[in-house]
């Protein structure tokens, strides 16, 4: 009676059998046959962070990258980083490579942050198919910012375009942010 094994080789895991080992029992002049040993080695993924400045989700030319986004494989569909799952941070160019990914199909997603709204893809993450030994690519993220606008209404007495002294502030104004689309000065809803 013998235990079959391979010899296990740097960065490869044994996916067949189940304990990557057979037990033989032969006698004389015997053969053991369908002693299959399948193995595997880990995938990466790989992709840029933006700032999409114009939030049209694309990259355009002189949007910088942004370091310091943490990058992950969702290997439980629980749109959360946990214990386990392979991720990665983004370099000051945006540039990052998640490595040590097992094959199978997988959520690719980025650890939300305050203040910054995905743009692409969308929604926020990938379904990538991972396969031993592949590198995915061209994995990119952008985000944006909401802006702000303020300023004062006020009563222009005169009509110069100019808060005087004397010109009183006015409450109680609706003022709207919008894109004039058809240029003619007026919000559609």
Do not use: M
């Amino acid at each position: 009676s013998w235990t079959l094994r391979e010899v296990t080789q740097a960065d490869w895991t044994c996916s067949l059998p189940a304990t990557c080992t057979y037990s033989l029992s032969l006698v004389s002049g015997a053969s053991s046959t369908a002693k299959d040993f399948g193995n595997w080695t880990s995938a990466s993924v790989s992709g840029a962070k933006f700032h999409d400045q114009n939030g049209n989700g694309q990259r355009d030319q002189g949007e910088p990258g942004l370091g310091g986004w943490t990058f992950y494989v969702d290997y439980d569909d629980s749109d959360t980083l946990d214990a386990g799952e392979p991720s990665a941070t983004s370099a000051v160019d945006g540039t990052f490579e998640i490595t040590g990914v097992k094959p199978g199909t997988w959520a690719v997603r980025e650890v939300a942050q305050a203040d910054w709204t995905c743009s692409t893809p969308s929604p926020c993450s990938y379904s990538v198919v991972f396969t031993s030994g592949g590198a995915e690519t061209g994995k990119d993220f952008g985000n944006f910012q909401q802006g702000t606008a303020s300023g004062l209404k006020f009563e222009d007495a005169d009509a110069n375009g100019t808060q005087d002294a004397g010109e009183s502030s006015l409450g109680g104004w609706t003022i709207r942010a919008y894109v004039d689309a058809n240029a003619d000065g007026t919000l559609q809803v």
